[in-house]
Nanobody, 126 residues
Framework: QVRLVESGGESVQAGGSLRLSCTIS????????MGWFRQAPGKEREEFAI????????EYADSAKDRFTVSRDIAKNAVYLQMNSLNADDTAVYSC???????????????????WGQGKQVTVSS
């Protein structure tokens, strides 16, 4: 059984930073495609996405470049999302996702992923 659990900072003032963690069981982060997504009010989820594809690197959607960084800890079987210089537009529910299929096809699309965490609300106040 695959399970993903997000945790980490929930609120910050504009300009601040937060880090989210995603702890995974049932699948190895270095043998899976891992994604971070967010869904802001009134927007589609896949407008923001970051994917780590096994050991083959990382892909960022344009909206996730510059201020967001992903990393992983293989020993802890966890992935992380570091968010910097946050602004009110970054307020959203952030979710991690996993899929055992490797390969870089469609990795920034939510339909690519079979397993999802419950999501974590992040609120940035101005």
């Amino acid at each position: 059984q695959v399970r993903l659990v997000e945790s980490g900072g929930e609120s910050v003032q504009a300009g601040g930073s937060l880090r989210l963690s995603c702890t995974i069981s049932g699948i190895r982060v270095d043998n899976a495609c891992m994604g971070w997504f967010r869904q802001a009010p009134g927007k589609e989820r896949e407008e923001f996405a970051i994917a780590m594809i096994g050991n083959d690197g990382t892909e960022y959607a344009d909206s996730a470049k510059d201020r967001f960084t992903v990393s992983r800890d293989i020993a802890k079987n966890a992935v992380y999302l570091q968010m910097n210089s946050l602004n009110a537009d970054d307020t959203a529910v952030y979710s991690c996702a996993a899929d055992s299929r490797l390969g870089n096809s469609g990795t920034l699309l939510e339909g690519r992923y079979r397993y999802w965490g419950q999501g974590k609300q992040v609120t940035v106040s101005s």
